[in-house]
């Protein structure tokens, strides 16, 4: 048995019922993608465009492709959003008029989730978490588009505990957006962790999770 098949059995085994395993595939090959399907995993994270058409290549329609990464306006094309199933990372009305427009050309609704600079770091993407209802609420009107819940990065660093406030903010922010009756809004995701966070997001309310390196790289028996 290789170490990938080994980590998603070990991850699948301790997560708990009802938390999604979404695989970050950024510099992967595609036997590698291959691998983590063949072993359990059902989701497939694309920081880029082109490891969305990788994910198409290795797994075809095995897995989901949701797309984690910044979005480039010159990205969001019919043919490069076909490749998704979700677009996880809606971080301005911009990306998400787009997307609608994109959408509508391909007779879709496209579901996406709104990305929480939960972090309030200049340097990242994402809505600020007071500003979130009235995003919500602005592009819930767009025909071509389902908002289906929150994903966060949360800050940058080496303690998981840094993590806990924004994850926590990020929860509470969900759980409000829950209460509003629309058509085109069903809060299904509170996507947060990655490899070094994860337990702390899942500790917050996360029922995704997007991990990389825990998936693919050899662990330590420590681990």
């Known amino acids: 048995m290789s170490h990938i098949t080994e980590n998603v059995g070990r991850i699948l085994a301790t997560v708990p019922d009802g938390v999604l395993v979404v695989a970050a595939i950024k510099g992967r090959s595609a036997d590698e993608v291959r691998e983590v399907v063949d072993a359990g995993i059902h989701f497939l994270g694309a920081n880029y465009v082109s490891d969305g058409r990788l994910a198409r290549q290795a797994a075809g329609q095995r897995a989901e492709c949701h797309f984690i990464g910044r979005l480039r306006p010159h990205d969001v094309r019919p043919g490069t959003l076909s490749l998704f199933d979700m677009v996880q990372s809606v971080a301005s009305h911009d990306i998400a008029a787009r997307i609608d427009a994109r959408s509508a050309v391909l007779g879709r609704i496209t579901p996406v989730l709104i990305e929480v600079n939960s972090g309030r770091e200049p340097q990242k993407d994402g809505v600020l978490p007071e500003d979130v209802p009235a995003f919500i609420d602005a592009v819930s009107g767009m025909e071509h588009l389902a908002v ?76």
């Open 148 to 223: 289906r819940g929150l994903m966060t990065m949360g800050p940058l660093s080496d303690n998981p505990g840094d993590y806990r406030p924004c994850f926590a903010e990020t929860r509470r922010l969900y759980e409000s957006m829950s209460a509003i009756s629309h058509p085109r809004l069903t809060m299904r995701y509170l996507s947060m962790g990655m490899s070094a966070s994860y337990r702390v997001a899942i500790d917050e309310g996360a029922n995704m999770v997007r991990l990389g390196t825990i998936l693919f790289e050899k662990q330590s028996s420590r681990q």
